[in-house]
T-cell receptor, first 114, second 119 residues
Framework: DSGVTQTPKHLITATGQRVTLRCSPR?????VYWYQQSLDQGLQFLIQ???????AKGNILERFSAQQFPDLHSELNLSSLELGDSALYFC?????????????FGPGTRLTVL | AQSVAQPEDQVNVAEGNPLTVKCTYS??????LFWYVQYPNRGLQFLLK??????LVKGSYGFEAEFNKSQTSFHLKKPSALVSDSALYFC?????????????????FGKGTHLIIQP
């Protein structure tokens, strides 16, 4: 158990809908990362927050957004969902935002868009 | 842009034999390198990392990795494989110094290698 929690574990929804994925980082970790894992794209970095502020963006679609709250938990919002958005979404956390800090991953949220 | 290549989709090893999972990387400057393992229906678990210094890095569960700058490789190794090592292994890279702007940004992962240890 990495100490990173994600809810829900599974999510099934329809095209065009909007969903919110939630992540609680390890106690004391200030940096949160979101990744998408799909069969065709592999594991891709989406976005990073550090102590409430956006720090870096990866391959995140404009239909997706995220935020980190004062208690350091983070939410990833996915809207106007398409079939291709079906994937496993991971949250990871690290103590700081240093390049050499290893990231600790949550168990993921499996999103299925029908 | 940074990238990682794991040339083998699957590696099969008999239990008790040494194992190697290959990884090569590409970055503009110097790298931070990581290995993670993913068991079925679980998140990724950190195994080891290379930051600087000794080219041989030791990690969890008896795994080690050797950084080779000239070959831009960071192969994962274990002297004696266990059936319980069977899992999906990911190599990842981040370019050192990119955090100078204040952020670390995310890791760039390879496609992953399925390691199958046969009893």
């Amino acid at each position: 158990d990495s100490g990173v929690t994600q809810t829900p574990k599974h999510l099934i929804t329809a095209t065009g809908q909007r969903v919110t994925l939630r992540c609680s980082p390890r106690s004391g970790d200030l940096s949160v990362y979101w990744y998408q894992q799909s069969l065709d794209q592999g594991l891709q970095f989406l976005i990073q927050y550090y102590n409430g502020e956006e720090r870096a963006k990866g391959n995140i679609l404009e239909r997706f957004s995220a935020q980190q709250f004062p208690d350091l938990h983070s939410e990833l919002n996915l809207s106007s969902l398409e079939l291709g958005d079906s994937a496993l979404y991971f949250c990871a956390s690290s103590v700081w935002a240093r390049g050499y800090n290893e990231q600790f991953f949550g168990p993921g949220t499996r999103l299925t868009v029908l | 842009a940074q990238s990682v290549a794991q040339p083998e989709d699957q590696v099969n090893v008999a239990e008790g034999n040494p194992l190697t999972v290959k990884c090569t990387y590409s970055v503009s400057g110097n790298p931070y390198l990581f290995w993670y393992v993913q068991y079925p229906n679980r998140g990724l678990q950190f195994l080891l990392k290379y930051i600087t210094g000794d080219n041989l890095v030791k990690g969890s569960y008896g795994f080690e990795a050797e950084f080779n700058k000239s070959q831009t490789s960071f192969h994962l190794k274990k002297p004696s494989a266990l059936v319980s090592d069977s899992a999906l292994y990911f190599c990842a890279v981040r370019e050192r110094g990119r955090e100078s702007g204040g952020g670390a940004d995310g890791l760039t992962f390879g496609k992953g290698t399925h390691l199958i240890i046969q009893p």
